[in-house]
């Protein structure tokens, strides 16, 4: 028999971290289990998107150096406050994978000052438990599992990294195709309603795919929003789409 995945309401009450606590509040609150991913290249689409995905989403997720005209002052002040309009988490999926020193630098210094901005940080955990150290004053969502085909996040390199995202206190969540135990958030990205791939690796489920069979926490979608020809209309179309893949998987 399949087991209950918990709810939003019992993660909340046991949720340990203030930023795991936020996006649970916010879901709730929006009925939302959707993340954006803004892999736009100029400063003017990353805004646009952030309007019209803001009122829908939990978090809007950057990739803040492919931006190839970014200035602290234009990119991200607007940017944090589009976030606090539309009450909306900044996720920088950074994807650290150095030793904790050079991370501690790449995440505070140079042009893009992630630690003055992002709520949370996706991180590898190949360089082992301390390397996330420096993630104090964030969340870290740590790479359990990649989308792509041919990965190498098998299931044993799945299994150490788990153990290092659950024992670390910095550590809110896991980005993963598999499901993770319930005490960790599972961020899911690789969703798409029209695609099953993009012919350059990247595998893609439904949204009620990855509620059912992984009990995922929340979605993560890039082309599927910000390629179509109505970002926000194809926003509030993931964003039912996973709130009642939710509901549906609270019942199984
Ligand atoms: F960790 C991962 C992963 O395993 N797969 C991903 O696709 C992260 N991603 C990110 O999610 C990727 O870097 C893109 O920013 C986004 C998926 O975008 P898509 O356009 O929905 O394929």
């Not at 939302?32 to 803004?38: C, E, R, Y």
């Not at 140079?110 to 004053?137: H, M, P, Y």
């Not at 599992?145 to 190498?152: E, F, H």
């Amino acid at each position: 028999k399949e087991e209950h995945r918990l709810s939003y309401e019992s993660k909340l009450k046991c949720a340990q971290h203030s930023v795991s606590k936020k996006l649970l509040e916010i879901a709730l609150a929006k009925k939302s289990n959707l993340i954006a991913s803004a892999d736009v290249t100029t400063t003017q689409e990353l805004l646009d998107l952030a309007e019209k995905t803001g009122p829908h989403i939990i978090a809007l997720k950057t990739h803040i150096d492919i931006i190839s005209d970014f200035d602290y002052e234009k990119t991200i002040l607007p940017l944090k406050e589009l976030a606090l309009k539309h009450q909306f988490l900044l996720m920088e999926d950074r994807k650290f994978a150095d030793i904790g020193n050079t991370q501690e630098l790449q995440f505070t210094s140079g042009v893009f000052k992630i630690t003055d901005w992002a709520d949370f940080v996706t991180s590898q955990v190949i360089g082992g438990f301390e390397s996330l150290d420096c993630f104090r004053n964030v969340g870290v969502v740590a790479i359990v599992g990649m989308s792509s085909k041919g990965t190498l996040t098998t299931n044993s390199y799945r299994e150490e990294a788990l153990k290092i995202a659950l024992s670390h206190p910095n550590v809110i969540g896991a980005v993963s195709q598999h499901k993770v135990p319930e005490d960790i958030l599972l961020f899911t990205p690789g969703v798409n309603l029209a695609d099953s791939g993009d012919g350059k690796g990247q595998q893609y489920n439904t949204p009620q795919h990855v509620f059912k069979t992984l009990h995922t926490d929340f979605i993560i979608v890039g082309r599927g929003i910000y390629k179509a020809e109505d970002a926000e209309k194809a926003a509030l179309t993931y964003k039912n789409e996973g709130w009642n893949a939710y509901l549906q998987s609270l019942e199984k």
